[in-house]
């Protein structure tokens, strides 16, 4: 497409470990806040801070950013990797998941909705944290979304990902794009990509507190009545490790095809009335 056409509660409950909120009154808000899942990415996480720096220095000619990883029950060292490098960079902030009572991780989504929630900008930027994504990206896509004036601007990988992957993810990629048209008439190219950037009431919104809905958040938006358009990014080869979130084509397939039908539903069921007035309480009144 051409250029611009069971959850655990985060710990503590807020979602910001203490000392890492800006100190109150310091800084102005951040423009772009940019959140990435991480769950034991302890060999990728250093590298990600260092691209991610790069990325928020070139935000600064668009307002303040700041970085938040999100650490889903890590057991490998990387909420202790991102401690240490937050001495010197005022712009990160960690957020910690509790581990679930099933063990592992919380989920993409989980981890995505306590970021969204901690966000202090206007603007939320999302990323994953194996470097798959290049956040030089963000910025980009940033201008993007001030240059058509769209709500939300969706990473599109379609093009370089069919030079890097195995012919049986592209095309079980291409089934499950033909199943979302079909059932949620949803025409996003590439909705499993997680690099985009979109206002922060949207992120607000998205119904990320059910397992498997950041899969939907760019189809969703739409639904919500939002702008968005789509933009190609890069896509690179893991930096380490092996994937930790939707490993697997078939494992992927199935719980997709339901979860369609389950967008689908909660579509038909949505209620947003346009409220025509709101009558001021007048002193006296007793109400």
């Not at 063990?103 to 470097?131: I, K, R």
């Not at 893991?238 to 697997?248: C, D, E, I, S, V």
């Amino acid at each position: 497409m051409s250029e611009p056409t069971e959850l655990a509660e985060p710990s503590p409950p807020s979602g910001e470990p203490e000392g890492t909120r800006p100190p109150a009154g310091t800084d102005p808000a951040p423009r772009t806040s940019i959140v990435a899942p991480a769950h034991n990415e302890a060999e990728s996480i250093a590298k990600l801070i260092e691209e991610v720096g790069v990325a928020v220095g070139t935000l600064e000619g668009l307002g303040r950013a700041e970085f938040i990883i999100v650490d889903d029950a890590s057991t490998d060292g990387t909420a202790s990797i991102v401690r240490a490098h937050m001495a010197d960079r005022p712009w990160l902030r960690l957020v910690e998941l509790g581990r679930p009572a099933t063990g592992g991780g919380n989920g993409q989504s989980a981890a995505f909705q306590a970021g969204f929630e901690a966000a202090h900008g206007e603007l939320v930027a999302s990323l994953d944290a194996d470097l798959q994504n290049d956040p030089a990206d963000i910025p980009r896509l940033v201008e993007a979304l001030d240059r058509t004036g769209a709500d939300f601007v969706q990473g599109d990988r379609s093009a370089a990902r069919r030079q890097g992957d195995a012919w049986i993810r592209r095309v079980s990629s291409q089934i499950g794009r033909a199943f979302r048209r079909a059932i949620l008439a949803d025409t996003i190219r590439d909705t499993g990509c997680s690099l985009r950037v979109l206002r922060r009431e949207i992120a607000q919104r998205l119904p990320l507190e059910f397992r498997g809905m950041h899969r939907f958040i760019p189809v969703t938006a739409r639904q919500l009545g939002y702008t968005v358009v789509e933009m190609p990014v890069a896509h690179r080869a893991r930096y380490a490790g092996t994937p930790k979130y939707g490993a697997g084509v078939l494992t992927r397939a199935v719980p997709g095809l339901v979860d369609c039908f389950a967008v689908r539903w909660m579509r038909s069921r949505r209620r947003r009335p346009g409220v025509l007035g709101i009558d001021a309480e007048r002193p006296g009144d007793d109400r």
